[in-house]
């Protein structure tokens, strides 16, 4: 399957401030998805991110606080704007695993810590 | 209630022991069944996956599962100390090919 690169890998931020995930997949694909894992938490999709469009987010998540980039097949952003300490969590990048099986992989992840 | 019911430990075995994790669902519409090893401060890494039910094996690894009771299973033979992570069951639906719900994991320690 696919290998993801994410970049930064952690990272600690000011209240307030923005950082922006990259994300690079070793080969191409239609569709990219951004998760968040809280401390704790299990994951939960943040976005989908298709070349070419606008991302389609999922209910509690929107643009303004996440915006998305998909410029071409392999690469992807996702951005925490306005971080507050509640946005300390995991972001992970990921992929399809397997052609027409809902199966994903995931990239290590980019832990963000926000004081 | 959650779609996906995952007890979160910790579970603390023997080198050596049989481990059994377990996860319930609700929604009877999932097919793909995923099992997930997480390592501290890594991304999850997919260690199987089964369509509808039935098992699957893998080395040390056996994955169930049983939709008549919405519930999955993954066993680990002859646990190693390496094992020791923690470890999300995942579950998708067809018709909605993008997203996967996920149990909070379970945390598991084997120990020498």
């Known amino acids: 399957s696919a290998v993801i690169s994410q970049k930064p890998s952690r990272d600690i931020c000011q209240r307030g401030t923005s950082l922006t995930i990259q994300c690079q997949v070793d080969s191409q694909v239609t569709m990219m998805f951004w998760y968040r894992q809280q401390p704790g938490q299990s994951l939960t999709l943040i976005a989908t991110a298709n070349q070419g469009s606008e991302a389609t987010y999922e209910s509690g998540f929107v643009i303004d606080k996440f915006p998305i980039s998909r410029p071409n097949l392999t690469f992807s952003t996702l951005t925490v704007s306005n971080m507050s300490p509640e946005d300390s969590s995991i972001y992970l990048c990921s992929v399809g695993a397997l052609p027409g099986a809902n199966v994903l992989t995931f990239g290590a992840g980019s832990r963000l810590t926000v004081l | 209630q959650k779609e996906v019911e995952q007890d979160p430990g910790p579970l603390s075995v023997p080198e050596g022991a049989i481990v059994s994790l377990n996860c319930t669902y609700s929604?009877?519409?999932?097919?793909?069944f995923m099992w997930y090893r997480q390592y501290s401060r890594k991304g999850p890494e997919l260690l199987m996956y089964t369509y509808s039910s039935g098992n699957k094996e893998d080395g040390r690894f056996t994955a169930q599962v049983d939709k008549s009771s919405k519930y999955i299973s993954l066993f680990i033979r002859d646990s190693q100390p390496s094992d020791s992570a923690t470890y999300l069951c995942?579950?998708?639906?067809?018709?909605?090919?993008?997203?996967?719900?996920f149990g909070t994991g379970t945390r598991l320690q084997v120990f020498p």
């Open positions: 929604n009877s519409a999932f097919q793909y």
């Open positions: 995942a579950m998708s639906a067809p018709y909605n090919t993008d997203k996967l719900i």
